[in-house]
């Protein structure tokens, strides 16, 4: 098993930047594809940003292509998330997420959840 854990999730103005991590214990997370999603209340939980176990490739939501950046750093068992040029509309809580298979835009494709972390934006 592999446990995650997000931080830098915090309260910005709109056109502001943030970077969340992700940091993993237990397995070495070079094992798995990493994703970033996230859940705006009463609103189902939806894709942001994925990579594979290299880093070498990456996949983006429309809604953040160009804003948002995927990266790891398996030395540090860490994914990170920049977010730049925020929106009110990217407020959110951000979920990263482990999956052992092939990359994917599915949540159910993920195995490992950490606990998430708050992202507001404000306008």
């Known amino acids: 098993q592999v446990q995650l854990v997000e931080s830098g999730g915090e309260l910005v103005q709109a056109g502001g930047s943030l970077r969340l991590s992700c940091a993993a214990s237990?397995?070495?997370?070079?094992?798995?594809?990493m994703g970033w999603f996230r859940q705006a209340p009463g609103k189902e939980r939806e894709f942001v940003a994925t990579i594979s176990r290299s880093g070498g490739r990456t996949d983006y939501a429309d809604s953040v292509k160009g804003r948002f950046t995927i990266s790891r750093d398996n030395t540090k068992n860490t994914v990170y998330l920049q977010m730049n040029n925020l929106k009110p509309e990217d407020t959110a809580v951000y979920y990263c997420?482990?999956?052992?298979?092939?990359?994917?835009?599915?949540?159910?494709?993920?195995?490992?959840w950490g606990q998430g972390t708050q992202v507001t934006v404000s306008s």
């Open positions: 997420a482990a999956d052992p298979g092939l990359l994917s835009v599915l949540p159910s494709q993920y195995d490992y």
């Open positions: 237990g397995r070495t997370l070079s094992r798995y594809v």
